[in-house]
């Protein structure tokens, strides 16, 4: 079955960086959207950035604008996440999710339902 596999967590200071992998394994999801949701406790799973399949089409939340970049690597299943100025509120779970239905499409889905796979998550933690 397809399994996604986030790597790249860690614990920085405020102001650092980290860059979160995820790689997709067991079947292509080359054709598919792939981005990056967070969880911190207590509060809602919300979108944080994303590619299409291409890497043409690329979207960040507000929240984390000018910060966090999501960039494709479609040959090799992967999506990833450049996160610079890292803040305490950035703090969370962080998870990668792909679509399954929507093949060679433009569209950046943000909202959790709209994905069919999910990755067991990396932790990200930012100290003042």
């Known amino acids: 079955q397809v399994q996604l596999v986030e790597s790249g967590g860690g614990e920085v200071q405020a102001g650092g960086s980290l860059r979160l992998s995820c790689v997709a394994t067991?079947?292509?999801?080359?054709?598919?959207?792939m981005t990056w949701f967070r969880q911190a406790p207590g509060k809602e799973r919300e979108f944080v950035a994303g590619?299409?399949?291409?890497?043409?089409?690329?979207l960040s939340a507000d929240s984390v604008q000018g910060r966090f970049t999501a960039s494709r690597d479609n040959a090799g299943n992967a999506v990833y996440l450049e996160m610079k100025n890292l803040k305490p509120e950035d703090s969370a779970v962080y998870y990668c999710?792909?679509?399954?239905?929507?093949?060679?499409?433009?569209?950046?889905?943000?909202?959790?339902?709209?994905?069919?796979?999910w990755g067991q998550g990396t932790q990200v933690s930012v100290s003042s």
């Open positions: 999710a792909a679509e399954a239905t929507r093949p060679y499409s433009d569209h950046v889905a943000q909202t959790a339902a709209e994905y069919d796979f």
């Open positions: 590619s299409n399949w291409s890497g043409g089409s690329v």
């Open positions: 067991g079947r292509a999801l080359n054709p598919y959207g």
